[in-house]
């Protein structure tokens, strides 16, 4: 079974559509991220959620907002969407009870706007 | 504003000898530090970690090493599988701040 999943893997859409990429975790875990993995590998935090409150909030565009119905899920929805954002989007998930804390990737959706 | 650097985005090792990655970083303040190993179309894999209060941290042939007054850390993977190509990434968090490399692309030539 998939611990984290998301759909879709592939997304092509033209500039100035709205799009949206789901998550959703089987996990049990009480955290959710989205990273973004742009043309230079870097992989960077966007938001996260801790039992449907959002707790990290970097410096992204208001196109993009977060959405979690329940601990679940969190889908990432982008307005207006611009070239700018091809990029790899990664969700991910996490219990503060793990040692670490570490994460949980789910396979990336590769956004593509023309 | 990147707090934690790989600065070598590609590493090759020959099958059996040992791989080192090196990850650097400038905020004094991380509680733990994180390796993750990607394969290609798929997400990040936890792979091992180290807390600030310690100076290293092994789980079979990978082992982690912690430099507090270098801000340095490294991954020693011996002896190296064709099956670890990937690329690593190190990651550092202090609450629920993450921070990511670039990653290091390692190649095993069999």
């Known amino acids: 079974d998939t611990a984290v999943s998301q759909t879709p893997k592939y997304l092509v859409t033209q500039m100035g559509n709205d799009k949206s990429i789901k998550c959703e975790q089987n996990?049990?875990?009480?955290?959710m991220y989205w990273y973004k993995q742009d043309s230079k590998k870097f992989l960077k935090i966007m938001f996260s959620?801790?039992?449907?409150?959002?707790?990290i909030n970097e410096t992204v565009p208001n196109r993009f907002s977060p959405k979690s119905p329940d601990k679940a899920h969190l889908n990432l929805h982008i307005n207006s969407l611009e070239l700018g954002d091809s990029a790899v989007y990664f969700c991910?998930?996490?219990?503060?009870?793990?040692?670490?804390?570490?994460?949980?990737f789910g396979p990336g959706t590769r956004l593509t706007v023309l | 504003d990147q707090q934690v650097k790989q600065n070598s985005p590609s590493l090759s090792v020959q099958e059996g000898r040992i791989s080192i990655l090196n990850c650097d970083y400038t905020n004094s303040m991380f509680d733990y530090f994180l390796w993750y190993k990607k394969y290609p179309a798929e997400g990040p894999t936890f792979l091992i970690s180290i807390s600030s209060i310690k100076d290293k941290n092994e789980d079979g042939r990978f082992t982690v090493f912690l430099n507090k007054s270098a801000k340095h850390l490294s991954l020693h993977i011996v002896p190296s599988q064709p099956g670890d190509s990937a690329v690593y990434f190190c990651a550092a968090t202090t609450g629920n701040q993450f921070y990511f490399g670039t990653g290091t692309s390692l190649t095993v030539i069999p």
């Open positions: 959620y801790n039992n449907k409150e959002l707790i």
């Open positions: 991910a998930s996490s219990h503060r009870q793990l040692t670490y804390n570490e994460q949980f």
């Open positions: 996990l049990g875990h009480d955290t």
